[in-house]
């Protein structure tokens, strides 16, 4: 982004260094220094122009915890010094082997959408409402509102002082708070296929996902456009395979193409919604009348429990889907093991 320069010569206003294999390994420079309370100062070396120094570090826990499960230490450091804290903040890369585990033979499909998250097996389905797009929403018309009363120049066309650390603020809000949802849902989620024993079955969604979303949409939809945009779906299945490494559980991408135009009952392939419909996502099949949320229908489809085939002309196979359903409000991902104890309940019925 360029701006107005505010001095005659160019400032640098953040300081990173990165150390590569050669200058530092872990594995061949790991020296520590025992403290009084216990705790460990990690010790790099440095050469600087004047003269060699040693620069002491105090990890945090989640450095030490990674050591104590058999993380390795990628070699090579990146030091960020801030010059107004007199601090040097250090980033790691920890690496470690896994095996892949196979697909077992029960399967949890996962549908993502903007307000909601829905999944399930052959026995029940559960809808976490997250209300990520209502989040989405909100702060744009925040920072909206921040850009329209914050302004300064001639014509009024630039941000203040205020109003940029506002927008940063408000921005990073944001961030963080689907983040933290984002991780919690996630972690729920490889639990709950943990103790199934099941695959957790996502969709297949491609890296430019996002510019693809912003070109279907016309551009009166500038609205839902933003909130597809930052609903962070990419970033939620990271989530989703940072946790199934962790934890062993097996994963699998499936295409999404057609998933909630699909009937589970009957097959009819490529059933659009009216605007009514739509509104209300409700699927109806008008070839044999079978009505569900759409998103509990994507979830059956990726099953793979109905193949996607064109079945309209054949009768509909009686009682062949007969899940239960449950509706849970995301507060219940803040409680340990909350959809372990919901999909148990569930089962036992």
């Given at each position: 982004?360029?701006?107005?320069?505010?001095?005659?010569?160019?400032?640098?206003?953040?300081?990173?260094?990165?150390?590569?294999?050669?200058?530092?390994?872990?594995?061949?420079?790991?020296?520590?220094?025992?403290?009084?309370?216990?705790?460990?100062?990690?010790?790099?070396?440095?050469?600087?122009?004047?003269?060699?120094?040693?620069?002491?570090?105090?990890?945090?826990?989640?450095?030490?915890?990674?050591?104590?499960?058999?993380?390795?230490?990628?070699?090579?450091?990146?030091?960020?010094?801030?010059?107004?804290?007199?601090?040097?903040?250090?980033?790691?890369?920890?690496?470690?082997?896994?095996?892949?585990?196979?697909?077992?033979?029960?399967?949890?499909?996962?549908?993502?959408?903007?307000?909601?998250?829905?999944?399930?097996?052959?026995?029940?389905?559960?809808?976490?409402?997250?209300?990520?797009?209502?989040?989405?929403?909100?702060?744009s018309d925040v920072r909206k509102r921040i850009q329209e009363t914050h302004l300064i120049g001639w014509k009024r066309k630039l941000p203040s002082r205020k109003g940029r650390k506002l927008l940063k603020k408000f921005g990073q809000r944001k961030r963080n708070r689907r983040i933290d949802l984002q991780r919690k849902l996630a972690k729920r989620l490889v639990e709950l296929a943990k103790e199934l024993n099941a695959t957790i079955v996502l969709e297949e969604v491609p890296k430019n996902f996002n510019q693809k979303i912003m070109g279907r949409r016309k551009k009166n939809e500038k609205r839902l456009r933003d909130t597809l945009h930052n609903i962070g779906m990419n970033g939620f299945q990271k989530f989703v395979t940072e946790k199934a490494v962790e934890y062993g559980v097996p994963l699998v991408f499936v295409n999404p193409s057609y998933s909630s135009q699909v009937c589970p009952r009957c097959g009819a392939f490529r059933v659009k919604p009216d605007d009514d419909a739509l509104r209300q996502r409700v699927f109806e099949c008008p070839v044999c009348g079978f009505n569900l949320d759409r998103d509990f229908v994507a979830v059956l489809n990726l099953l793979g429990l109905f193949p996607f085939s064109l079945k309209a002309d054949e009768p509909p196979v009686e009682d062949s889907v007969s899940p239960v359903m449950l509706v849970v409000e995301a507060n219940l991902l803040h409680h340990k093991n909350s959809l372990i104890v919901i999909s148990q309940g569930l089962q036992q019925k």
């Open positions: 982004m360029l701006s107005k320069a505010k001095t005659e010569k160019p400032i640098i206003r953040k300081v990173s260094l990165w150390l590569d294999d050669v200058l530092w390994d872990y594995k061949r420079f790991p020296q520590f220094n025992a403290l009084k309370d216990g705790k460990k100062l990690l010790i790099i070396g440095l050469t600087t122009k004047r003269g060699r120094i040693k620069l002491p570090l105090k990890p945090h826990k989640l450095f030490f915890k990674y050591l104590n499960d058999g993380w390795e230490v990628k070699a090579g450091v990146k030091l960020r010094l801030i010059e107004e804290e007199r601090k040097v903040l250090a980033y790691f890369v920890f690496e470690k082997e896994f095996d892949e585990p196979s697909p077992s033979g029960n399967f949890l499909s996962v549908d993502y959408n903007a307000d909601n998250v829905s999944f399930g097996i052959q026995e029940f389905l559960i809808q976490v409402r997250t209300d990520l797009g209502r989040l989405t929403r909100f702060y």
